[in-house]
T-cell receptor
Framework: NAGVTQTPKFRILKIGQSMTLQCTQD?????MYWYRQDPGMGLKLIYYSVGAGITDKGEVPNGYNVSRSTTEDFPLRLELAAPSQTSVYFC???????????FGPGTRLTVT | QQQVKQSPQSLIVQKGGISIINCAYENTAFDYFPWYQQFPGKGPALLIA?????SEKKEGRFTISFNKSAKQFSLHIMDSQPGDSATYFCAAILSGGSYIPTFGRGTSLIVHP
């Protein structure tokens, strides 16, 4: 099992550009999550999904969109990149009934 | 509102010493308290976790101490090693909801050889 994979690993965007951060898991987990991590601020939840076709906002959803068409994939879309979205983004998944979340390796995004 | 407060923000320990990281929570409904370990350039990974019906859990050199009345829990790393150098996050989870963790802000631990 590859676990949770994320692409790209690094990306530099110009202000106003758009991009999609990809996340795929091969553990057949229903629950998937997107977090952003900023220095000294911990992990903030952006969006989460409890299964294909079902998504919900987390603590910091503004400026982002998600979709969940399959169990495996949970892409995160940035429509109009802003410097405030410079961060490291982590995708995670979880099996129902279990507390542990499995994290991907992250995408480091810089918006200039 | 920060529901889980973690301290210290950074910690430097000599090899063989004890590392202690503390967390305090506010919501008494939380019923699961994990610690995640994150190495540079990697995603967090579950290290150890505890439920509030026990006061201590030990796994190798890692121990969680839990004080329900004080709403505090801490991670103790005995015989700290340079390979333990990482960022540690505490979290609290409410199982009655969607199992979404509330994370502390993290502690950067450096263990000098």
């Amino acid at each position: 099992n590859a676990g949770v994979t994320q692409t790209p690993k690094f990306r530099i965007l110009k202000i106003g550009q758009s991009m999609t951060l990809q996340c795929t898991q091969d553990m057949n987990h229903n629950y998937m999550y997107w977090y952003r991590q900023d220095p000294g601020m911990g992990l903030k939840l952006i969006y989460y999904s409890v299964g294909a076709g079902i998504t919900d906002k987390g603590e910091v959803p503004n400026g982002y969109n998600v979709s969940r068409s399959t169990t495996e994939d949970f892409p995160l879309r940035l429509e109009l990149a802003a410097p405030s979205q410079t961060s490291v983004y982590f995708c995670a998944s979880r099996n129902p009934g279990y507390y542990e979340q499995y994290f991907g390796p992250g995408t480091r995004l810089t918006v200039t | 509102q920060q529901q889980v407060k973690q301290s210290p923000q950074s910690l430097i320990v000599q090899k063989g010493g004890i590392s202690i990281i503390n967390c305090a929570y506010e919501n008494t409904a939380f019923d699961y308290f994990p610690w995640y370990q994150q190495f540079p350039g990697k995603g967090p990974a579950l290290l150890i976790a505890i439920r509030p019906d026990v006061s201590e859990k030990k796994e190798g050199r890692f121990t969680i101490s839990f004080n329900k009345s004080a709403k505090q829990f801490s991670l103790h790393i005995m015989d700290s090693q340079p390979g333990d150098s990482a960022t540690y996050f505490c979290a609290a989870i409410l199982s009655g909801g969607s199992y979404i963790p509330t994370f502390g802000r993290g502690t950067s631990l450096i263990v000098h050889p």
